[in-house]
């Protein structure tokens, strides 16, 4: 069983920037693709990033391209969201979850608690 733990969440203003990161206990990440999730209060859970397990290829929704950047260290046994030029729009709890390189929630079997990014307007 994998077991995810997310930190770095917190209160931020429109415009500036949050590291969230993902870390594991007990197994390696390392041959799992790794994925980063958001929900928003009364919202279904959505795809924000993804990343191989090599790091050597991500992709992005399209509202965060340009802004937000995925990596991992594997040594570490991390995961990391770069977030950047923060929109209230952003707000919500973002989870980390390990599996298939997809969008798709249903294709990644193990996932953190979550953590709370707030953007002020």
């Known amino acids: 069983q994998v077991q995810l733990v997310e930190s770095g969440g917190g209160l931020v203003q429109a415009g500036g920037s949050l590291r969230v990161s993902c870390a594991a206990s007990?197994?390696?990440?390392?041959?799992?693709?790794m994925g980063w999730f958001r929900q928003a209060p009364g919202k279904e859970r959505e795809f924000v990033a993804t990343?191989?397990?090599?790091?050597?290829?991500?992709y992005y929704t399209d509202s965060v391209k340009g802004r937000f950047t995925i990596s991992r260290d594997n040594a570490k046994n991390t995961v990391y969201l770069q977030m950047n030029s923060l929109k209230p729009e952003d707000t919500a709890v973002y989870y980390c979850?390990?599996?298939?390189?997809?969008?798709?929630?249903?294709?990644?079997?193990?996932w953190g608690q979550g953590t709370q990014v707030t953007v002020s307007s």
């Open positions: 979850a390990a599996g298939a390189m997809t969008g798709r929630t249903r294709d990644y079997s193990y």
């Open positions: 007990k197994h390696s990440l390392s041959s799992y693709a």
């Open positions: 990343i191989s397990w090599s790091g050597g290829r991500t």
